[in-house]
């Protein structure tokens, strides 16, 4: 059973920068990917980037492109979300997610497992 903690949310200024660390146990055999959903406040969760655990392909939401950076440590079990140029609006409950590799179900949030979130808040 896939288990995945999230670490690091917490206050920045916009413009600013944060990391968010997500740790993962469990995870299974094959090809399958780890990424991040956030739910803003009063707001329906949304996608954010996810990252292929072997190749290391990436994939973002055009809201967040060219300002986040997810990556992957294989050898910690551990996925990271650098968010820099951050803006009041990415303001969220972020959540690590674990699951296939066909970008349109992360799209639509159909993904087997999640983490508890931590929250991020961007002041202006």
């Known amino acids: 059973q896939v288990h995945l903690v999230e670490s690091g949310g917490g206050l920045a200024q916009a413009g600013g920068s944060l990391r968010v660390s997500c740790a993962a146990s469990g995870l299974p055999f094959g090809r399958f990917a780890v990424g991040w959903f956030r739910q803003p406040p009063g707001k329906e969760r949304e996608f954010v980037a996810a990252?292929?655990?072997?190749?290391?392909?990436?994939y973002y939401s055009d809201s967040v492109k060219g300002r986040f950076i997810i990556s992957r440590d294989t050898a910690k079990n551990t996925v990271y979300l650098q968010m820099n140029s951050l803006k009041p609006e990415d303001t969220a409950v972020y959540h690590c997610?674990?699951?296939?590799?066909?970008?349109?179900?992360?799209?639509?949030?159909?993904?087997?497992?999640w983490g508890q979130g931590t929250q991020v808040t961007v002041s202006s």
């Open positions: 997610a674990a699951g296939g590799v066909e970008w349109g179900s992360w799209r639509q949030g159909s993904v087997g497992s």
């Open positions: 990252i292929t655990w072997s190749g290391g392909i990436t």
